[in-house]
Nanobody, 124 residues
Framework: QVQLVESGGGLVQAGGSLRLSCAAS????????MGWFRQTPGKEREFVAA????????YYVDSVKGRFTISRDNAKNTVYLQMNSLKPEDTAVYYC?????????????????WGQGTQVTVSS
């Protein structure tokens, strides 16, 4: 069993930065691939970024490439999303997810564990 708790969201002006954290409980964290997703009202949740269990592979949706960086610290059971050059269209609730399979993390929304989400609001 893995429980995920996101933090670090907030209100920021366009061009600013935020760092989201996702803290995981349980000793199995290092065996899970981790992802960040986001959702706005009336829209389907969408993939943002993923990192493999070892940290050796990362993947981003095109709209955040060069601006967002996903990383993890397995000793701290935490995955991060550094968000720079934020835009109003980045406004959403951001969720972290854990999945045993990296390919599933990239292609679906059906994952083993989800956090409760943290709100990010970017003002223009």
């Amino acid at each position: 069993q893995v429980q995920l708790v996101e933090s670090g969201g907030g209100l920021v002006q366009a061009g600013g930065s935020l760092r989201l954290s996702c803290a995981a409980s349980g000793r199995a964290f290092s065996s899970y691939n981790m992802g960040w997703f986001r959702q706005t009202p009336g829209k389907e949740r969408e993939f943002v970024a993923a990192i493999s269990w070892s940290g050796g592979s990362t993947y981003y949706v095109d709209s955040v490439k060069g601006r967002f960086t996903i990383s993890r610290d397995n000793a701290k059971n935490t995955v991060y999303l550094q968000m720079n050059s934020l835009k109003p269209e980045d406004t959403a609730v951001y969720y972290c997810a854990a999945d045993k399979y990296y390919s599933v993390l990239l292609r679906t929304l059906n994952h083993d564990y989800w956090g409760q989400g943290t709100q990010v609001t970017v003002s223009s």
